[in-house]
C-alpha cells in the first residue's frame, strides 16, 4: 500500500517549538485536512512534508522510502508532489509558461501535453488565458493558475495551503470544485491547510485539528460531534461546554455533577471533565415529560436572538444551554424572556472529555 | 568662444567623414570595453549567484565590502594592476603593460564589485516565494538557480549595463596600464584627456559626442529591456 508517513516531525524557529510530535499516516488517495488557527504550524507542516524546509527532528517516509538528506532523492520525491501556495505567486511570463514549467523542469515534451493545459484551463474558468501575461492577473486568477501548474505535472500528492483564502467567491467556487473532482478519482493524495472548517469537512476524508501538535485526528462527523479536548471543542465551535466532575454509577452510566445540576452521560471517562451537547440534540417542552433520555432539567430563557434560519435560545439551567429552534417552534411553544421551560438529551448524545 | 564652436564644427566634420583615426581610437575603445564587460559577467554573475544561494559567516559583510567597492578608484586599480604586470610584478612574465590585454584585465577588476553587488541586489529582489516555487515544481538546485536568474534578469541587464559603463568611461586604468600608444592603447577617454591638453579640441569634442552618443545607446536598450 503506497502512502505517505510523517514520522515524529519537530520544528523549532528560534528556539521555540512550532511543531511537536507529528505523526501522521496518508493511505493513497484519501485527503486529509489541517486545520488550526493563525500560527499554528500548518503551514510549516506542509513546507517540511513537501521538504521545502527540513524539520528539526522527525522523518518522512513515501512508499516505505525514507525521504533522506540526499538531494536526489529529496528532489525525486518533490517532483511527485503539487503544491499551492496560500499566497498566489507566478513567475514571470505567459500563464502558458507557468503551467508548463514543471513540466519543462521534468524535461517532457510540451507539445503533446497542449490539450491537457486547455482543458485544465477550461475546467478552471481560464479558458484562453494561455497567452496572457500571468502578473496582470487577479490573485484568484493567479491562484487557479498555481492549481493548473501544479496539477499538470499529475502529481501522486497534491499539497495545499489555505488554497482559497482571501479570493474571490467565483475562484473559491472553481478551486474547491476541481478538488472535489480530483478527490473522487481516488488517485491522488490531498494534503490541505485551511481555517475553513466547513471547507475542510466537505473536502477532507480525515481531518487533524493541530494547534503546534495534533490535537485531534479522526473523520470531520467524529470530529465536530465528539471533540477530544478543550481545544477542538472550542475551535470546532462546539456549543454547551461546561465543566464538571463526572463518577461512574452504574455499568454504562456515569454522573457528571455540575454546581447545581447532573447531568448523565454513557462515557466512561471519569475525574475533573469538561461535557458538551450539541444544540440540535437537545429537545424542549414548555412542561415536564416522561421521557427515554435520562435527562431532563427545568430552567427559565435567558434570552433569544434570530439568526435568520434558526432562533438561538439560551436558557438557564443552573448552566447556560443554547439551543437552537425553528420559527415554528419558537412560536408554537410561545416562548418569551423567563419562559419556564424543559431540557430533554439523552445521555449517550453527551460529549465528555478531559 | 569662436574657438569653441569652431571645435565643435570640425568634431562634427570629423565625425560624419569617418576620420580613420577617430574610428580606429572608437573602434579600440569598444573593443577593450566589451572583452572587460564580458570577461567580467563571466565572472561575477556567477560568483554574485553563489553568495546569494550560499549562506555562510560574514556573508554580510563581504556584501558590504563589495558594494564599497563600486567606487573603487580607477587610480588605484591602476596602481595595483601595474604594480602587478609589470616587469618586476608577479604577473611581469605575461608582458601585459602598455598592452590592450592589460587594460582588460584592469578593467575587468574595476567592474567586478559593481556586477557582483548588483547581481547580489537582484537576487534578492526577487519574492523569496519564486524560489520556494521552483523548487516546489521540481526544480534542481541549479534549475532553481536558473529560475531565479531569469526573474531577475532586467536587474541583471542593468548590472551589466552600468559595468559596461565604467569601464568605458574610465580613464585611470587606460592611461596607466595602457599609455595612450597611437593605434594600439589609445582609447577615447585617454585621448581626451591627453589631447585636450594638447589643444587639439577637435579632436576631443569628437570622441566625446560618440561616448555620449554610446551612452545614449546604452540607456536607450537597458530602458527597452525594462519596459519588457
Redesign the interface.
Known sequence: MSELKIENINKLYDGKLILEDINLIIKKGTSLGIIGPTGCGKTTLL?IV?Q?EMPSQGKIYYNNIEISKS?NII?DY??K???V?Q?P?V??GTVLENIE??LK??GIDTNSTQPKIKELLRSLGLEGYEHRKASTLSGGETQRIALA??LI?EPEILILDEPTANLDPLSTEKIEYMIDEIRKKNKTTIIMATHNLIQGQCLCDEIAIINNRIQQIGKPEEIFRKPENIFVAEFVGTKNIIKGNAQKIEDNLTLIRIEDINVYSTSSIEGNVYMSIRPEDITISRSKTIITGLNNLNGYVKGFLDIGTFIKVDVDVGEIFTIYLTRKTFFDLQISLESNIWLQFKASSVNVFK | MNEILNGLIQAIELIVKCDPEVMSITLRTLEITFTSTLIGVLIAIPIGGLIYFKNFTGKRSLVNLIQTLYSLPTVLVGLLVFLLISNEGPLGNFQLLFTPGGMIQGQTILILPIITGFTITGLYGVKSEIKDLALSLGASDFQTIHTLMKEAKYALYAAVILGFGRAISEVGVALMIGGNIRGFTRVITTTMSLETAKGNLELSIALGIILLGISLLINLALNHFQEK
Open positions: 513546507r513537501d521545502i538531494k528532489r518533490r517532483r508532489i503539487g503544491m501556495f499566497k505567486v513567475f514571470k514549467y514543471g523542469i521534468r501548474r501544479a505535472i
